[in-house]
């Protein structure tokens, strides 16, 4: 299985630029996507593909990377960011990060 | 809108079986791939088994084989995972997906949990 290291924890302020990091334990090219999950709810898609957008998520919101190592970026941080992200590989079966928490100052 | 409502989920003891059921809404549900994911509790997300878009093929995890089955019925939009032979470490929250290699819709989950 490729596993996927994030760091546990980071905690910024509004306004702040934040970056969350993952590494693949092998290439997974540009194969990486990336999820939100605030307390109590279930997770949802913010970026595929490494570095995609999706449909209705704030432009705040960027990632980049390929091979073993990818970015989510926000910027600016906002308060409703609060929640833990996940970074997810679909090079082969489908692995997740550990999750980084996110927390606002 | 694209909802998925999962359901079937409780309290059993280990041994025994459960089904849950993850009825879809708001696509064509005979055109995408689906899977289960699970989360336990205060633990991270891990894919547990995916279906193809006619359910001429399955995929599992290595610790479910053999115990989970994974189905679905495209009449009916439900995507259903017979879970057999439970174990405690299968107590988790259970998470409806519909999978694209990426798992871009998500249900609010169903809790399981396995205990004497």
């Known amino acids: 299985d490729t596993v996927l290291t994030q760091s546990p924890a980071l905690a910024v302020s509004p306004g702040e630029r934040v970056t969350i990091s993952c590494r693949a334990s092998e290439s997974v090219s540009t194969l990486m996507h990336w999820y939100q999950q605030k307390p109590g709810q279930q997770p949802t898609l913010l970026i595929y593909l490494a570095s995609n957008l999706e449909s209705g998520v704030p432009a705040r919101f960027s990632g980049s990377g390929s091979g073993t190592d990818f970015t989510l970026t926000i910027d600016p941080v906002e308060a409703d960011d609060t929640a833990t992200y996940y970074c997810?590989?679909?090079?082969?079966?489908?692995?997740f990060g550990g999750g980084t928490k996110l927390e606002l100052k | 809108e694209v909802q998925l409502v999962e359901s079937g989920g409780g309290l059993v003891q280990p041994g025994r079986s459960m089904k849950l059921s993850c009825a879809a809404s708001g696509f064509t549900f005979s055109n995408y791939g689906m899977a289960w994911v699970r989360q336990a509790p205060t633990k991270g997300l891990e894919w547990v088994a995916t279906?193809?878009?006619?359910?001429?093929?399955?995929y599992y995890r290595d610790s479910v084989k053999g115990r989970f089955t994974i189905s679905r019925d495209n009449a009916k939009s439900t995507l259903y995972l017979q879970m057999n032979s439970l174990r405690s470490e299968d107590t988790a929250t259970y998470y409806c997906t519909r999978d694209r290699e990426l798992f871009d819709y998500w249900g609010q989950g169903v809790m399981v949990t396995v205990s004497s």
């Open positions: 279906i193809s878009y006619d359910g001429s093929s399955t």
């Open positions: 997810q590989q679909s090079w082969n079966d489908p692995t």
